[in-house]
């Protein structure tokens, strides 16, 4: 099993990319969002990857981070998800953005993805729910910093959408996983289940999407509290 490589982007395409891998050219699939993230040709890319193995193919998948791995690996287990379709739903929503969507069973968003129907994105919803606290427990695992002559690659859970991209740095984007995790973290301590507390902490960084883990847990504490 391939599970990460490091070496020179020798191009990109719509939907892939070509690592140079000390004389050996990997043919890489991500997502659009990850391929925005990629350095030009000639810079250096660590991803990590997943081989799909097939009868008569190999196809091998790229992603920044851990939790973006790990978020493809689930929800290509859903019945009549496929690895293109999790890609798009990563590409549209970014790691936090699924996290926090099928965490808050926010059907309507998963269904923004590319390829993705009112009913695959319910069964999606309904089948990784509980699963979704895992992966924002990651955190910011994964995020490394790449350095190649004059080019510095960073690895970040991007959390903003596609729109928003523009305004984003990728260390935003580390430090708002990192606080996420923490907050998660917090409050399990505390006593809280992962479930109820995940939910909490997606609908407060949804809310206060550059807020730190000190704040998150404040707000999610003030949702977990009892109402009335």
Sequence with gaps: MIGKITGRVDYKAVDHVLVDVQGVGYLVYCSERTLSALPAKGGIVALYTD?????DNLQLFGFLTL?????HRLLTSVQGVGAKVGLAIAGTLGVDGVSRAITLGDVAAVKAAPGVGPKLAQRIVVELKDKAASVIAMGAQGAEVVEADDDVVIDPPMTTPPAAQGNATPSSGVAAAGAQADALSALVNLGYGHGDAASAVAKASGDMPSADSGALIKAALRLLAPKG
């Design 67 to 71: 939790g973006e791995k790990e978020w």
């Design 51 to 55: 081989l799909l193995v097939r009868e």
